[in-house]
């Protein structure tokens, strides 16, 4: 069993900062891709950042240039920091990962998802 735990959502103005972590845990084996996916109220589940285990990053238009995803591959950690935050970056963000076990080879596992809300 893998568990994906997210924290770091909240409530922040416009053009501030929040920083999303998600933490694996369970019988790991390695991870190869971790990323962030959101979802806005009525709209469907959209790729945010991703980045492999050598740290090759992508990002979604809308975030590039303020949003970084980062990885300590030691910790099974991947972070999203966020800045100049917009009212249309409100959703719930999900962390997600491609995790090997000694059973299966990349199996996709969902955290169960953290609000960032950005009003002021």
């Known amino acids: 069993q893998v568990q994906l735990v997210e924290s770091g959502g909240g409530l922040v103005q416009p053009g501030g900062s929040l920083r999303l972590s998600c933490a694996a845990s369970?019988?790991?084996?390695?991870?190869?891709?971790m990323g962030w996916y959101r979802q806005a109220p009525g709209k469907e589940r959209e790729l945010v950042a991703g980045i492999t285990s050598g740290g090759t990053t992508n990002y979604a238009d809308s975030v590039k240039g303020r949003f970084t995803i980062s990885r300590e591959n030691a910790k099974n950690t991947v972070y999203l920091q966020m800045n100049s935050l917009k009212p249309e970056d409100t959703a719930v963000y999900y962390c997600n990962a491609l995790v090997t076990t000694v059973i299966v080879r990349d199996l996709g596992v969902w955290g169960q998802g953290t609000l960032v809300t950005v009003s002021s």
């Open positions: 369970g019988n790991i084996f390695s991870i190869n891709v």
